[in-house]
């Protein structure tokens, strides 16, 4: 069975600030990856997501992940957070072949960054 | 425009109680999903339907009973509700590939 890892629990930083979120996942075969970011009373946004192709993945609003297959990781990265990225964020994962459609949350890090 | 739309938005209700809760889509998604979210945030998967049938069921009690109408719409009934159903439920749908899943806006139910 798949499973994400996501070290942080509470990170606090203050605005400009660069940040990394730690994600390990476990599994055998080929996955998809994805961060979700949920900001306060609101629903889960997709971030960014890897399937194939250049590990460094680019997302929305200045995001960035690593894939790297040997290590069972795909880190998030930001080189500047601002106050409005405080919110909980979420790294999951998906056997990428087969009929499989379950995605597995890691049980998320919150960020809070301090102005 | 929204995509994925669930009712109620809130729901507090009694222990013992049976109540539903409701979510559609617009995507033309061909796969939706209901996913529990704890008071610790903790997000797992429920239940799961491709084309009206279930694929996904996790080991979730009998109380929960979901059902889809049609492609659009997956509703989820819970029976003799119980303090540990307290949570945000969120529906979220997908191609059929099941990447990239797009959530709603969540539920939160009490249960007194």
């Known amino acids: 069975a798949q499973s994400v890892s996501q070290h942080n629990h509470h990170v606090i930083l203050s605005e400009a600030a660069s940040l990394e979120l730690g994600c390990n996942y476990s599994?055998?075969?080929?996955?998809?990856l994805f961060w979700y970011v949920q900001y306060p009373g609101q629903h889960l946004q997709l971030l960014l997501k890897?399937?194939?192709?250049?590990?460094l993945v680019k997302g929305i609003k200045g995001f960035e992940a690593e894939f790297i297959k040997s290590k069972f990781s795909f880190n998030l990265r930001k080189p500047s957070v601002q106050w409005s990225d405080t919110a909980e964020y979420f790294c999951?994962?998906?056997?990428?072949?087969?009929?499989?459609?379950?995605?597995?949350f890691g049980k998320g890090t919150l960020l809070t960054v301090n102005p | 425009d929204t995509a994925v739309s669930q009712t109620p938005k809130y729901l507090v209700t009694q222990m013992g109680n049976d109540k539903s809760i409701k979510c559609e889509q617009n995507?033309?998604?061909?796969?939706m999903y209901w996913y529990k979210q704890d008071s610790k945030k903790f997000l797992k998967i429920m239940f799961s339907y491709n084309n009206k049938e279930l694929i996904i069921n996790e080991t979730v009690p009998n109380r929960f009973s979901p059902k889809s109408p049609d492609k659009a719409h997956l509703n989820l009934h819970i029976n003799s509700l119980e303090l540990g159903d307290s949570a945000v439920y969120f529906c979220a749908s997908s191609q059929s590939n099941g990447n990239e899943q797009f959530f709603g806006p969540g539920t939160r139910l009490t249960v007194l």
């Open positions: 599994y055998g075969g080929t996955v998809n």
């Open positions: 999951a994962v998906k056997n990428s072949g087969g009929s499989n459609y379950k995605l597995t």
């Open positions: 890897y399937f194939s192709g250049d590990p």
């Open positions: 995507l033309g998604h061909d796969t």
